[in-house]
């Protein structure tokens, strides 16, 4: 499986940013898929996550993003994305899409290269 985030940049406080990652050589959909995140001097922390089993629809926030942060994914385009809104000093971090693992902990089998987030 190959991750490719995409989507990153600088953007003014309540700023907003759309992340994409492309998502290739998975065996099947039903995979969790998140995003992780680690701000310049800190641990990479978990921020959403989303899986398509247990019929569907399954997403799970980190307190931090919730309801400014939205994942999503499009299985046809195969790309997961996360729409960032009302963007705050403290989302800054190296954000990172993972595929294969369980909600937000770490222990994710495949990972992106990151995109930069400065807000």
């Known amino acids: 499986v190959q991750l490719v985030e995409s989507g990153g940049g600088s953007v003014q406080t309540g700023g907003s940013l759309r992340l994409s990652c492309a998502i290739s050589g998975r065996s099947n959909e039903n995979y969790f898929l998140a995003w992780f995140r680690q701000p310049p001097g800190k641990e990479r922390e978990g921020v959403a996550a989303t899986y398509t089993g247990f019929g569907g629809g399954n997403i799970y926030y980190d307190d931090s993003v919730k309801g400014r942060f939205t994942i999503s994914q499009d299985n046809e385009k195969n790309t997961l994305y996360q729409e960032m809104n009302t963007l705050k000093p403290e989302d800054t971090a190296m954000y990172y899409c993972?595929?294969?693992?369980?909600?937000?902990?770490?222990?994710?089998?495949?990972w992106g290269q990151g995109t930069q987030v400065t807000v």
């Open positions: 993972a595929a294969d693992g369980w909600w937000l902990l770490p222990e994710y089998n495949y």
